[in-house]
């Protein structure tokens, strides 16, 4: 990776008489590294009866990390599970996304088996 440090750099001028005039100043190089948020489902997939109302599906994160903001409230995943069809028996995806402050997007998805009961 790239390391950030600390410098000094003089720079020197001589006129066209020939006297020269020096100046140093300090120089700080700082590194930046981009992140992007990292959700944790657990589990990844669940099963659940057909007919049955949409579960929490805030209760399958885990954690919500990145290395910018830290930990992320899990307030601010947005969850989008409009492709379960909880009166269908078949295998969905809901989709979880979350921004951070740098306006980096990171994704999980949970898997939803919809079974007769």
């Not at 300090?26 to 990292?38: F, G, Q």
């Amino acid at each position: 990776g790239k390391k950030g440090g600390n410098a000094v750099i003089t720079v020197t001028y001589t006129d066209p008489h020939g006297s020269a005039f020096s100046t140093s100043v300090n120089v700080t190089v700082k590194t930046t590294v981009i992140t992007v948020p990292v959700i944790v489902l657990n589990p990844t997939s669940t099963t659940v009866n057909k007919g049955d109302p949409l579960p929490d599906f805030t209760t399958f994160i885990y954690s919500v990390t990145d290395g910018t903001d830290g930990n992320i409230p899990f307030g601010n995943v947005n969850i989008d599970p409009s492709k379960v069809k909880m009166n269908q028996i078949g295998t969905y995806i809901v989709d979880y996304s979350v921004t951070n402050s740098l306006g980096k997007t990171g994704y999980a998805y949970l898997t939803v088996h919809v079974v007769q009961p």
